[in-house]
């Protein structure tokens, strides 16, 4: 018999997206699917969308995130994993578009020792007009490869065997940005060659839209700053771990900017989160790096400027692995 899937979809306020994205999933060539969308809380006419869709197929299932789990599509993704039946799992975003065949392609490739299985997709704008193809070629390491962006993976890319999940720690709830990354990240890190399987073909669409853009053009946010510096200071230590040089240098020079840019606009909270997290990850490498970090790091705090002058000294600096 074929293996039931869990489709789970965080909404909020896509009254007037969601319904193509919900055909899409009743298009679907396989059919043992069931269809989790967790509202986040919206205030448009999502649920009277949703409800007609229930009414015609019984594999839509509709919730509402609990009071008590915090806000956002992180908290919604996870609810929605709690109350998943199927044994694989395909989170999936509200404006985005299934092809007939992302299911049962996706299934296809799934042997016994396979944790997940990738696929490319095709970005297209509000209206569905392709923009181009986001293909998915490995050529060195999946964690690396996707921790430097050269690989364009978003939730609906990956389905996932539920068992390879741990329950307890999905997406993290209170992070504002770089959730999806840090997920990734933090899967991908821990899997060999032979555990996932990629599927270099279009299977879905996904959607940019005005909304997304906005997002982008947002100069300096608190909370994302936070939130990023975390993702980074995570990928830093697994940098580290693998001891691969130019992970390192990338994730180092990130932290190197957010720290002078966080003294820049007065966000001292998130440059004393640098000063306490960098320095002892650098000391492994070279002490006097990080030495030299900690201590003009604690001045410049002190004196609520930044100067460019070490900010190039330091993003030049030329780490050297151990041996």
Sequence with gaps: MNPLVSIIIPTFNRAHLISETLNSILEQSYTNWE?????????????????????????????????????????????????????????????????KDFIKTKINHFDEYTKFVIASCTMVNEKLKEIEIIKIKITTNLFKEYVLWYLKIVTGNVMFRKSFLNQEQLFLSRLTRGQETEFFSRYFFKVIEKDYKIIDIPLFLYRQHDQTKTIKNIKYVRSFKESQVYVFTIKLKRSIHINDLSLILHHYKLLVNYFFRSIENKHFYNSKIILKTIPPLLYKLDKSLAIKFYILGNFFVIIKRGSYRFESYFKKYQLKLKN
């Excluded at 009414?55 to 994993?81: H, M, T």
């Design 35 to 99: 269809c989790i969308i967790v509202d986040d809380g919206s205030t448009d006419n999502t649920n009277d969308v949703v409800n007609d869709y229930i009414l015609k197929d019984s594999r839509f299932k509709y919730y509402y995130r609990p009071d008590d789990r915090p806000k956002g599509a992180n908290a919604c993704r996870n609810y929605g994993f709690k109350l998943s039946n199927g044994q694989y799992i395909n989170w999936f975003d509200d404006d985005d578009i299934m092809l």
